[in-house]
């Protein structure tokens, strides 16, 4: 049943992505194309992977950006533009779009928890779905042509074969700098909550009336090299010394 | 949007079929003429091999039956169950014809209207999906309607020249349907689009966004299907094309036809029809092709 369900618990699993901390280092597109290719539905195929023309199915994508304040500079240090590292992957959304477009019955979000799924064997691979997500959060498989899209691990979250520590999504296992957290987004005392409340995160597209249990974390405030440095280099500055290096500090002054 | 050729040929072929089955429906055509079965026959033909067209731009077909249970909330599904009700009346009302020289007027009217519901579905598939603005519009199952009808007036014109009263409608029809197509396109060019890499990244609070870097050198799935660019120039003399052959020439045309007899009447509303559906083409190639999608601001 592909219209969003009425039963709906209060638990929304789903992750926090914060932009602050994110290396855009792709260890988290690797991982999650590792776990997924080999776990829950067909695999995710590669199309001429050594060939001219590359292409493959992911779940998970990292966009970087280069953001200018008004009135900023591009080049080099001097001027404020950053370049924010973005991963983006399915965003769990309450009033997702895709599920209720799906003409099958294949894409359904779990009343329990909240996870948007597709089921394969019902799937058509109309494409409609992709195309009413205006996150891309969904790609056609190619070889088994199936929609495929973020699963939150599903068979990870809840798989008691795996240690406790591993029962979290792939990618935000291997991050390595930590940039992506799993909870429960429903529950405000959760972690995660809690860290979306401190950092002030926000939905993506709000204007798309989707919803997105995904949070962001913005990237705090940048701190200018120019407002960093101390008025003397650190090297030449003596003031501190005493005893000994006093008295040799003020000696080498005088010669 | 990637303009899939199973997508432009099923909307319109089935889109003329529907129309033509609307004025069958309605009894526009005279029930006795022998004619009148090919025309019922045409519109069943075209409307199958729309439907078959549009199974190819499926990764699973074998599981298409599958599409026919969401109707809740899918207008997709819609679309499925509506097509296949319509097959009903309309295979009925041809069959009644064909064996007993008489069709059924309340199986005719069951007809249109499914024939139009069906059509509609299928425009609400494009104007439901919030990502594109092109589309998210009431303006879509206007133009979509419109030009079936026109369609369909101007292919029973063939079956019945001289006819002034569809000579007249078809006048009527064009018109109506060239100024909804003329008002869509305004609107899509002037819209603002309602989201922007701003709101997409959440970074506007910073500054513009700008890509600095795709997630992969190459295309994927998602550019692919969703990046498709025409060149601006191109788009605008496809336009030209498509406003020309779709609308103005079928028109001249039609008014040409009240002052002729015989076969040049007859060759001149075939022109008209062959005209109207190369511009309708046209036209539906330019509505996937220029219509932009949301996940772009990511790219
Ligand atoms: S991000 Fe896209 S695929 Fe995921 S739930 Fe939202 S609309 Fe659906
Ligand atoms: S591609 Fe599959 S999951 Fe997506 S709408 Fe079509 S049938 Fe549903
Ligand atoms: S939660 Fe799992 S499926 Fe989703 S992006 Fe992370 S690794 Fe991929």
Known sequence: ?255 | MHPAYSMIIFTVLSGLGYGLAVVLGLGGLEPSLPSTVLAHILALVLIAAGLIASLFHLGNPQRAWRALSQWRSSWLSREGVMALGTFVPLTLNAGLLLFTGQSEPILGYIGAAGAMLTVFCTSMIYTSLKGIDAWHSALTPACFLLLSLTGGVLLAACFAPGTRLLAGAGLLLLLGAMASKLAWRRRMLRNQPLSTPESATGLGGIGRVRLFERPHTLDNYLTREMGYRVARKHSAKLWAIALVCAFLLPAALLLLSLALGGLPLRSVLVFAVLSHSVGVLVERWLFFAEARHAVMNYY
């Open chain 1, 1 to 255: 049943m592909t219209s969003l369900p009425q039963d709906r618990g209060t638990t929304s699993l789903g992750l926090v992505i914060d932009l602050d901390v994110c290396v855009g280092c792709h260890a988290c597109v690797v991982s999650c194309k590792e776990w997924n290719t080999g776990g829950y539905g067909s695999a995710l195929s590669d199309q001429h992977p050594y060939g001219d023309d590359v292409s493959g199915t992911f779940l998970n994508r990292i966009h970087s950006y280069e953001v200018v304040p008004e009135g900023g500079e591009v080049i080099g240090e001097a001027g404020q533009a950053r370049i924010v590292h973005f991963p983006k992957s399915c965003l769990h959304c309450e009033d997702a779009p895709c599920v209720t477009v799906c003409p099958t019955g294949a894409s359904y979000k779990r009343a329990s928890d909240g996870i948007v799924l597709v089921d394969e064997t019902k799937c058509i691979g109309c494409g409609l779905c992709a195309w009413s997500c205006a996150y891309g959060a969904r790609e056609m498989d190619l070889a088994a042509g199936v929609m495929k899209k973020c699963t939150l691990c599903v068979d990870r979250i809840y798989n008691e074969a795996l240690q406790e520590e591993d029962r979290v999504p792939s990618c935000v296992r291997t991050c390595p700098a930590n940039a992506r957290h799993f909870g429960d987004l429903g529950d405000p005392r959760s972690e995660v909550s809690i860290m979306v409340a401190e950092r002030g995160g926000y939905d993506l597209m709000p204007e798309q009336g989707t919803r997105p249990t995904n949070k962001y974390l913005p990237p705090r405030p940048r701190i200018s090299l120019a407002d960093q440095q101390p008025a003397m280099p650190l090297a030449e500055n003596t003031e501190g010394a005493r005893g000994f290096f006093a008295w040799l500090d003020k000696t080498l002054d005088r010669i």
